[in-house]
C-alpha cells in the first residue's frame, strides 16, 4: 500500500534532547579531562634517589634500578612514590606514577610555612619540623628538602636524627606532615571559634617569649 507523503517516520519528539544530553556527557568527560590534563601539568617531581638492585635467578644474578620520587604541586599537594624496573627510566616513571596515586594535603599558614612544630617517626627514623618566619628559606637537606620544594613550603627548619636511608626519611617526614592541623580544622573538633584558637596560640607564644 502506497503511503502517504509526509506520513514517514520522521524525528521522534525528545530525539534531539536526548543527542543534547549525550553532547552534554561528553562535554562534561572532555571538561573534567582537560582539568585533569592541567592539573597534572602543573605538578612538579623530584628524584630523590636511584639505586641499583639485583635478583639471583637459575641463570645468575639479573639487575636492575629502583627509583624513589616525590611529587608536589607546590600549594600543599604532595606525594612520593618507588618504582622498579630493568632500565632507569622506566623507574622513574613507575615511582612517578605511584607518587601522583598517593598525595596528600598539607595545611599550610599564608602559603610558605607550617602552623606548628611536629615530630615524625617511622622505623629508625626520626625528624622534627619546626615553623619559621619568612626569609627564613629551607633549612633542611637530603630528602626533606625535596618533599618540601614539592609541597610548597619556602620558610621551614628541618632536623633529622637517627638514619640517613633516604626511604625511612621520606615515610617519617610524610607522617609528621600529616599530623599537622589548621587552625580552622582544630576549631571544628573543639566547636569553637577559629579566633578563640589563634587568641590561645598568641599567648602562649608570648608567654615562652
Known sequence: ??????????????????????????????????AADREESELIDRLVDINRVSKTVKGGKRFGFAAIVVVGDQRGRVGYGTGKAR???EAIRKATESAKR??????????????HDVVGHFGAGRVVLRAAPAGTG????????AVFE???????VAKSMGTSNPHNMIKAT?????????????AA?????????????????????
Open 1 to 34: 500500500m502506497a503511503r502517504a507523503p509526509g506520513s514517514g517516520r520522521g524525528p521522534r519528539e525528545g530525539d534531539g534532547g536526548g543527542r543534547g544530553r549525550r553532547s552534554d556527557r561528553e562535554g562534561g568527560r572532555g571538561q573534567r579531562r582537560d
Open 87 to 89: 632500565e632507569v627510566p
Open 102 to 115: 598517593g598525595m596528600i594535603r598539607v595545611a599550610l599558614r599564608e602559603g610558605r610555612t607550617l602552623h
Open 138 to 145: 629551607i633549612i633542611a637537606g637530603g630528602a626533606m628538602r
Open 150 to 156: 614539592t609541597v610548597g613550603l619556602k620558610d621551614v
Open 174 to 186: 610524610f607522617e609528621a606532615l600529616g599530623a599537622v592541623q589548621s587552625p580552622r580544622t582544630v
Open 189 to 209: 573538633r573543639r566547636g569553637k571559634k577559629v579566633a578563640d584558637i589563634l587568641g590561645r596560640r598568641d599567648d602562649q607564644a608570648a608567654e615562652a617569649a
